[in-house]
């Protein structure tokens, strides 16, 4: 009779579980203790515009004070153009580590996904959502020298005269030409359309007279307004601003009591970002909101904050309600 020696093969079995079980261990192990130690090096945060819009200004505020919080330098990297595609990618493909985040914006989730038939981010799957930090109202101005005191004034000369005025945003298909579009819906007017590769741009042209009007953040508007050099004449909010209290919302001058065309901003990173980074990154921006609160609202925005998830749940459902919107705005089939 012959014996199978069943030990040997039991115990290769059991040392090779016990081997892929240590090495999991390790590596969650890796994952703690890099979470732990975060962050021990200087974080990149993408701003996919040009120096000088109200994101990039917002996120060199809030990063400075983020900073401070998490003890480790915040860099601002600039990479505009393309309607913020370019900043975007690159933070989508980036290291899920923490050390490349993006300062985002709706137009990044909800406007881009509407008229871009092919992304290269998908704006749900490719990132984890952070915080959001302020929303910001969109305001229609001209020159303080401009011939138009009112949106009425406005109106009527650019009935009497379609495609003769002209407008000037950060980009085409950014959420400032998706307010000037509803705008021009709105009140059935023919206006000229400027894209430029930034705010920035858009608005040293602006000031210098190449186009007559502009759709931006009221935060960027705001300075121009106090030195004189600019006027309001509406803003896109639902209700009037504690900052502007004397201008008047779009929807109350065209009477359209649905009209809103606030925007946001805020902070995501590359989707598989260790949970405990995120958390580390959302108190850290809940602190910096906090820090600047003053300094935000009396420069026109609306302070958010909130939940990973309740950033989550705006996206989804901004991309339900708005994207319909944005199809027949920009005539998409």
Same mark, same amino acid.
């Given at each position: 009779?012959?014996?199978?020696?069943?030990?040997?093969?039991?115990?290769?079995?059991?040392?090779?579980?016990?081997?892929?079980?240590?090495?999991?261990?390790?590596?969650? #192990?890796?994952?703690?203790?890099? $979470?732990?130690?975060?962050?021990?090096?200087?974080?990149?945060?993408?701003?996919?515009?040009?120096? =000088?819009?109200?994101?990039?200004?917002?996120?060199?505020?809030?990063?400075?004070?983020?900073?401070?919080?998490?003890?480790?330098?915040?860099?601002?990297?600039?990479?505009?153009?393309? =309607?913020?595609?370019?900043?975007?990618?690159?933070?989508?493909? $980036?290291?899920?580590? =923490?050390?490349?985040?993006?300062?985002?914006?709706?137009?990044?989730?909800?406007?881009?996904?509407?008229?871009?038939?092919?992304?290269? /981010?998908?704006?749900?799957?490719?990132?984890?959502?952070?915080?959001?930090?302020?929303?910001?109202?969109?305001?229609?101005?001209?020159?303080?020298?401009?011939?138009?005191?009112?949106?009425?004034?406005?109106?009527?000369?650019?009935?009497?005269?379609?495609?003769?005025?002209?407008?000037?945003?950060?980009?085409?298909?950014?959420?400032?030409?998706?307010?000037?579009?509803?705008?021009?819906?709105?009140?059935?007017?023919?206006?000229?359309?400027?894209?430029?590769?930034?705010?920035?741009?858009?608005?040293?042209?602006?000031?210098?007279?190449?186009?007559?009007?502009?759709?931006? /953040?009221?935060?960027?508007?705001?300075?121009?307004?106090?030195?004189?050099?600019?006027?309001?004449?509406?803003?896109?909010?639902?209700?009037?601003?504690?900052?502007?209290?004397?201008?008047?919302?779009?929807?109350?001058?065209?009477?359209?009591?649905?009209?809103?065309?606030?925007?946001?901003?805020?902070?995501?990173?590359?989707? #598989?970002?260790?949970?405990?980074?995120?958390?580390?990154?959302?108190?850290?921006?809940?602190?910096?909101?906090?820090?600047?609160?003053? /300094?935000?609202?009396?420069?026109?925005?609306?302070?958010?904050?909130?939940?990973?998830?309740?950033?989550?749940?705006?996206?989804?459902?901004?991309?339900?309600?708005?994207?319909?919107?944005?199809?027949?705005?920009?005539?998409?089939?």
């Amino acid at each position: 009779m012959r014996f199978t020696n069943t030990r040997q093969p039991l115990r290769r079995a059991a040392r090779a579980t016990l081997l892929a079980l240590l090495a999991c261990m390790a590596v969650a #192990g890796t994952g703690l203790a890099a $979470a732990g130690d975060y962050p021990d090096r200087a974080i990149k945060m993408i701003v996919p515009f040009p120096p =000088g819009g109200a994101t990039d200004t917002v996120s060199r505020v809030l990063a400075k004070s983020m900073s401070a919080n998490l003890g480790q330098p915040i860099v601002i990297d600039n990479r505009g153009g393309a =309607g913020a595609l370019i900043g975007s990618e690159a933070v989508a493909k $980036a290291e899920p580590d =923490g050390y490349t985040v993006l300062s985002t914006t709706a137009g990044v989730h909800i406007v881009n996904p509407a008229i871009y038939p092919k992304l290269p /981010y998908d704006s749900q799957k490719s990132f984890t959502p952070v915080s959001q930090f302020v929303a910001a109202p969109l305001t229609l101005a001209v020159l303080a020298t401009s011939p138009f005191k009112t949106v009425q004034d406005l109106i009527a000369y650019a009935k009497a005269h379609p495609g003769k005025l002209s407008y000037g945003t950060a980009g085409a298909g950014t959420s400032l030409h998706q307010s000037g579009e509803m705008f021009k819906e709105a009140a059935g007017v023919d206006i000229l359309h400027v894209p430029y590769k930034g705010a920035g741009p858009a608005m040293n042209d602006f000031l210098g007279g190449q186009v007559d009007m502009m759709f931006s /953040y009221v935060g960027s508007i705001l300075p121009g307004v106090k030195s004189g050099r600019l006027r309001m004449l509406a803003v896109g909010s639902p209700k009037r601003l504690p900052a502007i209290p004397d201008v008047p919302t779009v929807a109350e001058v065209l009477k359209k009591p649905g009209y809103d065309s606030d925007t946001w901003t805020g902070l995501v990173v590359p989707v #598989g970002t260790p949970a405990p980074i995120v958390e580390r990154l959302n108190k850290a921006a809940h602190f910096a909101l906090e820090q600047n609160r003053e /300094y935000l609202i009396s420069s026109g925005y609306v302070i958010i904050g909130g939940t990973p998830k309740q950033m989550e749940q705006r996206i989804a459902t901004e991309l339900k309600t708005v994207t319909p919107l944005l199809a027949k705005i920009m005539k998409m089939p």
